[in-house]
């Protein structure tokens, strides 16, 4: 990965940068003083602002959240005994010492994947759907413990969160994920049980909203799943969990660092941070062309429309709406937990560059 190739030369440099760039906190040395650090400047606001969010923040608008509240329930995950054969998950063999915190697997990716690959009628999420879905919202993992070109690597996140990516040495195993930093095992009430992964107990509502007509599986299908935000703590956006880890591609501090209004890495809507990113915001310059974006045919619609988010929206039927407001985010371009096509974007590279399909939605460039 190219940031790790931009990390390992400065290691030692990275803590004393942090300490000069981080805000807030005092000057106490090590990762746990880091993370408390990098924690209250990503979930603060850079300018040192107040902390907002309450561990108590109102529930999802979207409610009704599998392993969560009346739908958590103990056995699909714990066994007390370990007694009898078939206790594991879908019947299989129980390991008769038992498993750490009376599991059912010997860790939690072994736990979720026992019932999400290959198992009909749960949401599939590795490789080829069992479940023979359309499209996936969530995309697919590749092979659990290989490197995923194709999206995010998954393995059993055995490494404390920081130093997946961070004083990396050369022979470390490739940095990768696992289900339980993004979703809540225990659910929060909030969307998939999305969490903060930095700091879980802080996570705000967060606006997914699949479509109240979908029944079963079905709303798991990119198709009926919509973005919205009202741009304060009370809803943020779904991809607010992604700066926990990718903290530096988000944000004017960070996408246009010289403030100069042009930007240096692709702007994306970021409201904890203060930015909404607008379809038409590029009319006037003539980098966007919300006309073409809004009528949806020609340059760039020989895929599906990319997906978007709205701000404000706080209803499916909200998140669905059309038009030069419609903001981009980071699921525009990438499912999370990867797809088909390198870096898990939403339509294939062409000839090693991304080619324009998907990017001429919004930008119009190639028929000009
Ligand atoms: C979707 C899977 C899942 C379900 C359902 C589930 N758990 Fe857990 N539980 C886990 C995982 C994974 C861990 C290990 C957490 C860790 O590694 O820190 C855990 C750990 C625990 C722990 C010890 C650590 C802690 O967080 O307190 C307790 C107690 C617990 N579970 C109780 C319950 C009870 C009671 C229920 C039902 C109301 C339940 N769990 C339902 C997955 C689940
Ligand atoms: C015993 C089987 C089983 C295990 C083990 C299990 N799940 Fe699930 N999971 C399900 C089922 C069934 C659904 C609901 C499918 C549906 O909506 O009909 C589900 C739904 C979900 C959803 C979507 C929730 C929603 O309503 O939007 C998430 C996210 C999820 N699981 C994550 C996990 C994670 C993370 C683990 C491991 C800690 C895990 N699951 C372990 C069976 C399981
Ligand atoms: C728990 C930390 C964590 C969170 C949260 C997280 N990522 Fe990542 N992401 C990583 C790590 C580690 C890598 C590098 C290794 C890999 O590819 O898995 C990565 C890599 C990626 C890649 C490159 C994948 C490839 O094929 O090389 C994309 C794209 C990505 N993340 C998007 C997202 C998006 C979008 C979100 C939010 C919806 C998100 N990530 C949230 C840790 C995270
Ligand atoms: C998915 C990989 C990933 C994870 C996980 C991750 N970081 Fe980072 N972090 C980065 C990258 C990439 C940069 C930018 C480095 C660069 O510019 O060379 C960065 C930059 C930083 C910086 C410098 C801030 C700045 O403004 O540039 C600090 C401090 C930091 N990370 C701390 C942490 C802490 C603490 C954690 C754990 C909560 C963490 N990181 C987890 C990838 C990661
Ligand atoms: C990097 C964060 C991240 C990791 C790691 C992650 N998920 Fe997800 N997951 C998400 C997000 C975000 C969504 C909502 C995606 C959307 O609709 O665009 C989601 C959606 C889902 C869904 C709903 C189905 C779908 O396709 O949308 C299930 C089920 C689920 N995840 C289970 C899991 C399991 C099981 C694992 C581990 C094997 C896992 N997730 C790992 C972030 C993550
Ligand atoms: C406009 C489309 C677009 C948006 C929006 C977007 N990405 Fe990407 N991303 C790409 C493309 C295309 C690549 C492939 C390599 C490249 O061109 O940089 C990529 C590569 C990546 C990578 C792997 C390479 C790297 O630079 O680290 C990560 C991680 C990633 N994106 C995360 C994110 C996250 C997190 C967000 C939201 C904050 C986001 N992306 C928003 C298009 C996008
Ligand atoms: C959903 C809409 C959308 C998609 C899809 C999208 N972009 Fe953008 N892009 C924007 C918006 C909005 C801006 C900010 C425009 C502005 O303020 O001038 C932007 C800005 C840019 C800029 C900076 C323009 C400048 O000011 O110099 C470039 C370059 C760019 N995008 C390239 C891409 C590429 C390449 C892709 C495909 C990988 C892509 N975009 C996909 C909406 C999108």
Request: aromatic fraction near 2%; charge should be negative; charged fraction near 20%.
């Given at each position: 990965m190219l940031f790790v190739r931009r990390l390992d030369p400065y290691l030692g440099i990275l803590l004393v940068f942090a300490a000069i760039s981080?805000?807030?906190g005092a000057q106490d040395g090590g990762l746990p003083g880091l993370q408390a650090r990098l924690r209250q400047t990503i979930h603060s606001g850079h300018g040192g602002k107040g902390r907002s969010v309450s561990p108590d923040a109102p529930a999802d608008a979207t409610g009704g959240t599998y392993h969560s509240g009346a739908m958590l329930h103990c056995e699909n995950c714990h066994v007390m005994h370990a007694s009898h054969d078939g206790q594991g998950y879908n019947g299989?063999?129980?390991?008769?010492?038992?498993?750490?915190?009376?599991?059912?697997a010997a860790n939690s990716l072994e736990l979720c994947l026992g019932c999400h690959d290959g198992h009909a009628g749960i949401p599939d999420v590795v490789a080829a759907?069992?479940?023979?879905?359309?499209?996936?919202?969530g995309g697919m993992f590749g092979t659990p413990g290989a490197v995923n070109a194709n999206g995010h690597n998954l393995g059993p996140g055995a490494t404390y969160l920081c130093l997946r990516c961070h004083f990396r040495?050369?022979?470390?195993?490739?940095?990768?994920?696992?289900?339980?930093?993004?979703h809540n095992a225990h659910g929060n009430g909030r969307a998939r049980n999305l969490q903060w992964a930095s700091w879980p107990e802080g996570t705000p509502p967060l606006g997914l909203f699949t479509d109240p007509s979908a029944t079963d599986l079905e709303q798991y299908e990119r198709a009926n799943v919509a973005y919205g935000t009202d741009g304060t703590v009370n809803l943020r956006e779904v991809t607010n969990i992604c700066i926990d880890c990718h903290h530096t591609l988000s944000g004017s501090y960070y996408v246009d660092s010289d403030g100069n209004g042009i930007p240096n890495k692709h702007p994306v809507t970021e409201t904890e941070w203060g930015a909404t990113v607008r379809v038409r915001d590029g009319d006037a310059r003539h980098t966007t062309d919300s006309a073409h974006w809004v009528d949806g045919t020609g340059a760039g619609f020989d895929v599906p429309r990319s997906r978007f988010l709205n701000n404000p929206a706080t209803s499916y039927s909200a998140a669905t709406s059309v038009s030069a407001d419609n903001t981009v985010f980071c699921l525009s371009c990438h499912k999370v937990h990867g797809s088909e096509n390198p870096d898990g974007l939403l339509w294939p590279e062409q000839g090693g560059t991304v080619g324009p399909n998907g990017c001429d939605q919004c930008h119009n460039k190639s028929a000009s």
């Open positions: 981080m805000p807030c299989s063999a129980q390991n008769p010492s038992g498993y750490p915190h009376l599991l059912k759907d069992t479940n023979g879905l359309t499209e996936r919202s040495g050369p022979g470390d195993p490739a940095p990768e994920v696992t289900c339980t930093d993004c």
